[in-house]
């Protein structure tokens, strides 16, 4: 199983981005995940999507600002970023699993597969 994560870059603040990742290798997946990680800070969760149902759910500080989404057809989770802000810059993350239990889906370690990361800088 891999995921391919892209479509981070540098951006002004009050911008937006849009990152996609790809799953290829497993037909499918119970949640994926979002997690970034700043510079010299820990990884923190940004948001998770059910596969099947879609159901969503936001790490509290970003809601109304970013919208994850899925293309079941493309194998393809989204995360619309809008209004950037400096402290979004990071590293963007993102994670799947094919069994984890809706109450592990914020949590980093529940996660068996991650992509490689693309970096998001937003400049002020």
């Known amino acids: 199983v891999q995921l391919q994560a892209s479509g981070g870059g540098p951006v002004q603040a009050g911008g937006y981005l849009t990152l996609s990742c790809t799953v290829s290798g497993a037909s499918r997946m119970r949640y994926m995940a979002w997690f970034r990680q700043p510079p010299g800070m820990e990884r923190e969760f940004v948001s998770s999507?059910?596969?099947?149902?879609?159901?969503?759910t936001y790490a509290d500080s970003l809601k109304g600002r970013f919208t994850i989404s899925r293309d079941n057809a493309k194998n393809t989770m989204y995360l619309q970023m809008n209004g950037l802000k400096s402290e979004d810059t990071a590293v963007y993350y993102c994670a799947a699993d094919p069994n984890i239990i809706a109450s592990q889906r914020m949590t980093a370690s529940s996660y068996k597969y991650w992509g490689q990361g693309t970096e998001v800088t937003v400049s002020s």
């Open positions: 999507i059910n596969w099947a149902s879609r159901s969503t």
